[in-house]
């Protein structure tokens, strides 16, 4: 990922855990594009995923090492830390409001079409096909684009994918988390067991 996107992804915790960020723009251009096309995508039965399609995965496969860059994979096989963040990503947006996740089923559909990804500001090329750059150039140009859209649609997706890293136990050293807290058994002394036993 190019330091221009990396500057403007700060990796505070705090800030990938603002879910809120992740609404408005993405969905409403996801139902916009959605609207004029007409595509929608059955889910998938009995498969892993809740939501993501293949289709979807391809995009955020493309996307996933270029908003975390250095931090991805991690300590984890670059195969290993993809698997982890898709099915994290998959069950963050399984939680969202049915309204919502039909909005971003409606994004993701219309993005997955090679007319509304080059409308978009990406390539023609699927999202798997495409190079490094051409995920930066994307990326950038959502993030500075005049509309208002697309700017939080790039907030919205970054979000996405940096709060389903960031939540692997893996990634908690890089944020200064130290974890969940350690339930310690508070220590019990002979004469507490006489009085338990006693009592019962």
């Known amino acids: 990922m190019s330091s221009q996107i990396n500057q403007a992804l700060p990796t505070t915790r705090r800030g990938f855990l603002q879910l809120g960020l992740m609404g408005t723009a993405t969905l409403a251009f996801g139902s916009a594009v959605a609207t004029l096309t007409g595509c929608t995508t059955q889910l998938e039965q009995g498969g892993e995923y809740k939501f993501l399609q293949p289709n979807d995965r391809e ?33 963050l947006i399984y939680t969202l409001q049915y309204h919502n996740r039909i909005q971003m089923r409606q994004l993701f559909d219309a993005l997955s079409m090679a007319p509304i990804r080059l409308a978009a500001g990406a390539s023609w090329a699927n999202w798997k096909d495409m190079s490094p750059k051409q995920i930066d150039d994307f990326l950038v140009g959502w993030r500075d684009s005049s509309l208002q859209m697309k700017r939080m649609g790039y907030v919205s997706l970054s979000k996405l994918i940096g709060i389903s890293w960031y939540s692997q136990p893996e990634s908690f050293v890089t944020t200064g988390y130290p974890g969940p807290p350690t339930k310690i058994p508070t220590p019990v002394t002979p004469n507490a067991k006489n009085i338990s036993a006693e009592n019962s």
């Open 59 to 91: 995009f955020f496969a493309a996307l996933i090492p270029a908003v975390l860059n250095k931090s991805f994979p991690g300590e984890l096989s670059h195969d290993a830390a993809m698997k982890r963040t898709l099915l994290a990503l998959d069950d």
